[in-house]
């Protein structure tokens, strides 16, 4: 766990945060209520930090079906251990073909997928025993209570009846179903089955888990409640492998995610290394109509300033919209600095408006189209063994 001070982007108060390297932290600065996100960086004097020790390995994966279509094409990525892993594509793109594969459910074509050290196709009971999944659809059987539900689960892995009474209790705790843990699933609204069948998933205390979509369906305060969940358990040391459709999901949860399209792998890196990708960040500056003495003014002014990589022409186009666009690489910091300049300078604005990259202008960037997300409704299967 590593503790540190930061700077509100704002208004410069000191902020206190705790958390893992590379875990994001949702801040509020009590001083001024500007909103962010930090992401913990890597001690490079720590040995624990700096080393990343891979806990899925996977080597020119490929599946195709019927020798002429190709679900996965050729993919290679590692999955270090304690981290979030995204792996963001729209439907079709290959997602749920590579974690049924390395869940064991889904024979691969050809490649290699390692998993802490077992082969998915010949040590499929050792991975089995170290790993917990929860699918799209939601495995859970209606007709029985959540506490039902899980001492079922709880009876396929073997386990003595007390130690699984005292785990259901735990998992029912741990998603906040502890006072609907006897009602039946008929019952139950579709974002409190996905939390029971996220307990399901953690019946094992699996090393990873694998979320296929998880959030998929889901109304936004049960979205939210999935994501608090996830980062509980990864705070806890798990490791968590997360396919999803949707941007935010994966730019909020995860500590580094492959893009992947039409089967390939088009990126991976870090939600902010991609951003930085496709370039700088956007400020826009609006004046008082027909004021291009201002607009020209605030052009030469902040063309002048460090860091600033390049400030729009005051034409007619721009005099029309009233605005003014920098160009700049840290944002956050420049919107002060050119604040500041404006104000010295007695150059009045109306407006300020700042824009980062989106892993949606990464997406579009790499593959010349928008992720479309297609919501489906959810599927709820009558109860079967489930693999974790």
């Known amino acids: 766990m590593v503790e540190m001070k930061i700077s509100c982007p704002t208004c410069k108060h000191q902020l206190t945060v705790q958390g893992k390297p590379q875990e994001k932290i949702f801040i509020t600065c009590p001083k001024c209520n500007t909103h962010g996100v930090f992401t913990i960086p890597f001690d490079k004097n720590n040995d624990h930090g700096s080393r990343k020790e891979d806990i899925v390995i996977v080597e020119h994966l490929r ?194 995610l492959c893009i992947i399209d039409q089967g390939k792998i088009v990126a991976e890196g870090t939600p902010t290394e991609l951003k930085a990708s496709v370039g700088a960040d956007k400020i826009t500056i609006r004046f008082k109509a027909n004021d291009l003495s201002s607009c020209e003014k605030a052009r030469k002014l902040l063309s002048r300033l460090p860091d600033v990589d390049a400030v729009g022409q005051c034409d007619a186009g721009l005099a029309s919209e009233n605005g003014l666009t920098i160009m700049t690489k840290n944002g956050s910091v420049m919107v002060a600095k050119i604040v500041r300049a404006l104000d010295e300078a007695d150059i009045s604005l109306e407006q300020l408006n700042l824009s980062v990259p989106t892993l949606d202008e990464v997406f579009l960037k790499l593959t010349g189209k928008t992720l479309n997300v297609i919501e489906r409704k959810e599927a709820v299967k009558p109860m079967g063994r489930r693999r974790g």
């Open 63 to 256: 599946k195709t079906y019927d020798k002429s279509i190709i679900a996965v094409d050729d993919i290679s990525f590692r999955v270090h251990k304690g981290e979030i892993f995204g792996f963001l594509g729209p439907n079709g793109a290959g997602k749920s073909t590579t974690i049924k594969i390395l869940t064991t459910l889904l024979e691969k074509t050809s490649g290699k997928a390692i998993i802490e050290g077992f082969d998915v196709d010949a040590q499929q009971v050792q991975v089995r025993r170290i790993i917990g999944y929860s699918s799209q659809e939601v495995g859970v059987d209606n007709d029985l209570t959540a506490r039902e539900n899980l001492l079922l689960q709880c009876r396929f892995h073997h386990m003595p009846k007390e130690a699984a009474e005292k785990k259901v209790d735990e998992l029912l705790q741990t998603v906040k179903l502890t006072e609907a843990a006897d009602r039946r699933l008929k019952t139950f609204s579709g974002g409190m089955r996905k939390r029971l069948d996220l307990a399901s998933s953690l019946v094992s205390d699996p090393k990873i888990l694998f979320l296929d979509e998880p959030t998929t369906g889901l109304d936004p305060q049960s979205r939210q409640d999935i994501w608090d969940y996830i980062i509980k358990l990864n705070r806890q040391g798990m490791t968590i492998f997360l396919t999803t459709q949707y941007m935010e999901e994966a730019d909020r949860l995860s500590n580094r």
